[in-house]
């Protein structure tokens, strides 16, 4: 996430156009993604909406993040 420049304390509030409601929502829409593809991010940080697009990377293994 740093890497994508999404900051401690930022809260996403969509993935690809979708809604979050909880991590199981992340989690599905990133799922249908491949590694390297483009998807649109919005999040509010410090009280103001932000749109960006991050670039999927690898999924850490577990013990290695």
Request: charged share 30%; hydrophobic share 50%.
């Amino acid at each position: 996430a740093a890497r994508a420049g999404i900051l401690l304390g930022d809260v996403l509030v969509s993935l690809d156009g979708r809604a979050l409601d909880d991590v199981r929502d992340v989690q599905a829409i990133l799922a249908r993604h491949a590694v390297d593809a483009a998807v649109a991010v919005t999040l509010v940080r410090a009280g103001q909406t932000v749109e960006t697009s991050v670039t999927l990377g690898e999924r850490p293994e577990r013990g290695r993040r």
